[in-house]
């Protein structure tokens, strides 16, 4: 026997019950519209709730970093919400 060719018996076999590949690409039902997204008015409530970042004396430091990092993300994830058009209007008697 070459070693270019394997033993039949160790040929990969289709897995009973693997999905056909015509299956995978079957019609899905249509999303339903997604709902008008704000910007917290605090992104970084659920890192400080989480106590100061375990970093022996980096903690503020960390914590500041992490903060903006937060913060950042929020607005570029606002700015894409503005963008596909589905930023929720802010009322200015809300605050």
Request: proline fraction near 13%; charge should be negative; avoid cysteine.
């Amino acid at each position: 026997m070459s070693p270019a060719r394997r033993p039949s018996s160790r040929r990969r076999r289709p897995k009973k019950g693997a999905p056909n590949a015509a299956e995978f690409w079957r019609p899905v039902p249509q999303l339903p519209d997604p709902e008008p997204i704000a910007r917290a008015d605090d992104p970084t409530a659920l890192l400080r709730s989480l106590g100061d970042p375990p970093l022996q004396g980096q903690g503020a430091v960390s914590e500041h970093y992490l903060a903006a990092v937060v913060e950042r993300s929020a607005d570029v994830a606002t700015a894409l919400a503005a963008a596909a058009g589905l930023l929720a209007a802010h009322d200015e008697g809300e605050d």
